[in-house]
C-alpha cells in the first residue's frame, strides 16, 4: 500500500483521535460574543462584543481598550463605547475583534498569556539578567493547545474567513480550526439536516435554507429589521407619547421615590464634570439596558390571524381587539411607571410589516421587501421547488430577539397565509438558551464527534505554522474548502451522528 505523501499527515507530536484535548467552539455575534468547550450544554463565556475605551497617559491619543461586563458598564471617566462587528454582522475592527475573543477564551476558559519575565515585577532589582527572548512569542500563544471551531454568517466574504485562519492559526497558535456557517449549525442543534433557520439577532434578521447539512447559498436572505430595529421603534414610540416618555439609564439616578403611573418622576440625579463625563455612545449602550429589559417583559407580538392594521371577520380591526388586551406595567429607572397597551404591539409590528413601522428623519420607513414575510418568500422562491415543503416543515428559529412573546404565533400564521397548501412546522426551544445559543450548541455538538478530530486532520488543518509558511497552510486550507464544497458545509458526520 503506498504511503500517504507527508504533507497530508498530521503533526506526529500532537494527538487528535481521542478527547485528551477539548475543541473550542467560539460563536461571534454583534450583541454577545460566545466561547465554551465542545461537548458542553451551554457556553460558559458569554461576554458583550461591545468594548471601552478609556484615556491612558498624559496624550488624548493613546486609550486603554476595556472587555466585559463589569468594565463597560461602569461610567468610568470619558469612558467611549465601541463594537468591532459592523451592521451586518461580519467583522469590521480585526484588532479589536482579536482581543475581544481572545478574552472571551481566556477570561473564563483558558489561561491568559505569560507576561514578559523582564517586566513581571520580580526582575526589578538586577540588571544581570540574561533571558532568550528568542521563541517567547511562540510559546505565548493561547490555544496552542486547543483545537478551534469558530461560526460565520452565510454572507461572510473569503476576505475575511482567510483573516480568521490567519488570527487563529498565526495569532493563537491553534493546531487545528474549522469554519462553519452558523445557520448550519442552528440546524443541527435541533437535529434537522433539512431545515428552514430563521435567526433574530440584535442586527439582522436572516433566512437561511439548509438541505442534507448543506448551505443553500442562493437562498440565504436577511435584513436590518431586528432587535436594534425594535429598540428604535421603542425610541421613536416614546418621544411621540403624550408627553414624551424620558428615557434615563440607571447609571444616572443617585436616588428615587415611588409615584403613581403617570405621575411624573421624583428622583435625584448624577451629574458629571463635562471634561470627564462618559460619552454619548456609553449612555446610548446603557439606553439599550432598558429597552432590552422592556422589550423582555412588555412588548408583545399581535399574535395574529391577520396583521395589527387589519379587519377581524366580525367588521372590527384587530387594533380595537388588541385595545381590550389587559396591559402589561413597567417601571423606569427613574421610578416613571405605566400601563402599556395597544403601544406594546406596535414596536414589533414593522418587523412583519412595513407601513405600521414608524419613522422619522433619522430612522427612514423600511421596505416591504425587508420584512421577514418578504424574506421567506424571496428565500424559498431560490430554491427548489421540490425542496421547500421539506424547509417548511422543518422551519428553526432562533436568535435572541424571537423570544418576544408570541413571536411563534404570528410567524406560524404568516407562513401558513403565505404557503396554505404545504405543512408548516416551527421548531423553536422554549429554554431560552437553547434559542439564543443555538449556533454555539451545534458547534459544540459537531466539534465533540469523535469523526470531526478526523475530518479536520484529513483537510490539514492542524498544521503547526513552525514547520510550515502560512501561506503554504492558506493554500491547502483553500484546496481543502474546494474540496468539500465550501467553508465548512459539508456535514457528513452531522447526518450521520443527528
Known amino acids: 500500500m503506498t504511503a500517504p505523501p507527508p504533507s497530508t499527515l498530521p503533526p506526529s507530536n500532537v494527538e487528535y483521535g481521542g478527547d485528551e484535548i477539548s475543541a473550542l467552539v467560539l460563536d461571534p455575534g454583534y450583541s454577545t460574543t460566545r466561547a465554551g468547550f465542545a461537548g458542553e450544554d451551554v457556553p460558559k463565556s458569554v461576554v458583550p462584543s461591545y468594548y471601552g475605551t478609556i484615556p491612558s497617559g498624559n496624550l488624548s491619543s493613546n486609550r486603554k481598550y476595556l472587555f466585559g461586563d463589569n468594565s463597560i458598564h461602569t461610567p468610568l471617566p470619558s469612558i467611549s463605547i465601541g463594537n468591532p462587528m459592523s451592521k451586518d454582522g461580519t467583522v469590521e475592527d480585526w484588532n479589536t475583534a482579536t482581543n475581544l475573543w481572545e478574552y472571551a477564551i481566556t477570561s473564563r476558559l483558558t489561561s491568559a498569556k505569560p507576561g514578559n519575565p523582564l517586566t513581571n515585577g520580580l526582575n526589578d532589582a538586577s540588571n544581570d539578567l540574561d533571558v532568550e527572548m528568542e521563541g517567547v512569542e511562540e510559546q505565548e500563544k493561547p490555544l496552542e493547545e486547543n483545537p478551534l471551531l469558530m461560526t460565520e454568517t452565510g454572507w461572510n466574504s473569503g476576505r475575511n474567513r482567510e483573516k480568521g485562519i490567519e488570527i487563529a492559526m498565526e495569532n493563537w497558535g491553534c493546531p487545528a480550526y474549522w469554519l462553519a456557517r452558523s445557520g448550519v449549525l442552528a440546524a443541527f442543534s435541533a437535529g434537522k439536516p433539512t431545515a428552514l433557520v430563521i435567526d433574530v439577532g440584535a442586527s439582522n434578521i436572516s433566512v437561511t435554507p439548509v438541505h442534507d447539512g448543506l448551505m443553500l447559498k442562493k437562498g440565504v436572505t436577511r435584513s436590518p429589521l431586528a432587535g436594534n430595529f425594535i429598540s428604535s421603534q421603542l425610541r421613536l414610540l416614546f418621544s411621540t407619547t403624550q408627553p414624551p416618555i424620558t428615557l434615563t439609564p440607571h447609571y444616572l439616578i443617585t436616588s428615587k421615590t415611588a409615584v403613581d403611573a403617570g405621575s411624573p418622576s421624583q428622583a435625584t440625579y448624577r451629574t458629571f464634570p463635562p471634561s470627564i463625563a462618559p460619552s454619548q455612545s ?198 481543502a474548502s474546494q474540496h468539500n464544497g465550501g467553508w465548512g458545509e459539508s456535514r457528513a458526520e452531522m447526518l450521520t451522528y443527528r
Open 282 to 479: 456609553f449612555r446610548d449602550l446603557q439606553e439599550e439596558r432598558v429597552l432590552t429589559e422592556f422589550k423582555e417583559s412588555v412588548v408583545q407580538v399581535w399574535p395574529g390571524p391577520g396583521r395589527l392594521a387589519g379587519h377581524t371577520q366580525q367588521g372590527g380591526t384587530n387594533e380595537d381587539v388588541a385595545k381590550g388586551q389587559p396591559g402589561r406595567s413597567f417601571e423606569m429607572p427613574d421610578g416613571w411607571n405605566q400601563m402599556f397597551g395597544v403601544e406594546r404591539y406596535r414596536a414589533v409590528e414593522g418587523v412583519f410589516d412595513a407601513k405600521m413601522a414608524l419613522s422619522d428623519a433619522a430612522n427612514p420607513p423600511p421596505s416591504q421587501s425587508q420584512t421577514l414575510p418578504a424574506l421567506i418568500q424571496s428565500s424559498l422562491s431560490q430554491v427548489d421547488v421540490d425542496i421547500r415543503p421539506h424547509l417548511l416543515a422543518n422551519v428553526v428559529v432562533t436568535g435572541g430577539s424571537s423570544l418576544l412573546l408570541q413571536f411563534n404565533e404570528r410567524l406560524n400564521h404568516e407562513l401558513m397565509a403565505l404557503y396554505p397548501a404545504p405543512k408548516v412546522k416551527i421548531t423553536a426551544p422554549g429554554n431560552t438558551a437553547e434559542r439564543r445559543f443555538a449556533s454555539w450548541i451545534g458547534g459544540s455538538i459537531l466539534a465533540s464527534l469523535g469523526t470531526f478530530h478526523q475530518v479536520r486532520s484529513s483537510i490539514a488543518f492542524p498544521l503547526q505554522l513552525q514547520n510550515n509558511s502560512f501561506d503554504e497552510v492558506m493554500n491547502r486550507v483553500l484546496e
